[in-house]
T-cell receptor, first 116, second 116 residues
Framework: AQSVAQPEDQVNVAEGNPLTVKCTYS??????LFWYVQYPNRGLQFLLK??????LVKGSYGFEAEFNKSQTSFHLKKPSALVSDSALYFC??????????????FGKGTKLSVIP | DTGVSQDPRHKITKRGQNVTFRCDPI?????LYWYRQTLGQGPEFLTY????????KSRLLSDRFSAERPKGSFSTLEIQRTEQGDSAMYLC??????????????FGEGSWLTVV
């Protein structure tokens, strides 16, 4: 069975500073990794994904994430935070094949607050 | 290009009543998923369809829950004899078939259920 850990319930960062939201995962086989963002009372919006290839993936709104296989991590980053980035961020994983390859397993989420 | 559409967005019901939610996936997507999200948690997988076939159900999906996708297009999720513990946001999502390139799962805005 796969699992995702987001060790920080909340991350506070000043506007204009770089931000990092942490994620570690456990999965059998090769992982497909995803980040989603959720604004209050809304559904999840896809930000980016890692499938294979370059360990640094770029996504929407200037976000990027770095896949580290040895540390089983997939941290979300942005060079310069905006107040509008304040939201709930979810990391998710699924295996590339086999049982469970059709379903995402999510972490509990990290609330990002960007302070003006 | 329309996204995943869910209806109703909000539902308040009395304990013991039945409720039904509808989901219209992205038109070219033949995979459809239902997830449940409670406050402070990440979404949890409930069930998955490929076309009209329901291929997997989570243990979270008790016998009071039933999901259908009769023509392989829209889907309904019915909860019978609702309980207060059913209060949550029910998220529908869709994706193209296959896991090649880690096909992204796109979520709707969710349907909030409050059982009083």
């Amino acid at each position: 069975a796969q699992s995702v850990a987001q060790p920080e319930d909340q991350v506070n960062v000043a506007e204009g500073n770089p931000l990092t939201v942490k994620c570690t995962y456990s999965v059998s086989g090769n992982p497909y990794l995803f980040w989603y963002v959720q604004y209050p009372n809304r559904g999840l919006q896809f930000l980016l994904k890692y499938i294979t290839g370059d360990n640094l993936v770029k996504g929407s709104y200037g976000f990027e994430a770095e896949f580290n296989k040895s540390q089983t991590s997939f941290h979300l980053k942005k060079p310069s935070a905006l107040v509008s980035d304040s939201a709930l961020y979810f990391c998710a994983v699924r295996p590339d094949s086999g049982a469970g390859s059709y379903q995402l397993t999510f972490g509990k989420g990290t609330k990002l607050s960007v302070i003006p | 290009d329309t996204g995943v559409s869910q209806d109703p967005r909000h539902k308040i019901t009395k304990r013991g009543q039945n409720v039904t939610f509808r989901c219209d996936p992205i038109s070219e997507h033949n995979r459809l998923y239902w997830y449940r999200q409670t406050l402070g948690q990440g979404p949890e997988f409930l069930t998955y369809f490929q076309n009209e076939a329901q291929l997997e159900k989570s243990r979270l999906l008790s016998d009071r829950f039933s999901a259908e996708r009769p023509k392989g297009s829209f889907s309904t999720l019915e909860i019978q004899r609702t309980e207060q513990g059913d209060s949550a946001m029910y998220l529908c999502a869709s994706s193209p078939a296959g896991t090649k390139n880690g096909n992204t799962i796109y979520f709707g805005e969710g349907s909030w259920l409050t059982v009083v």
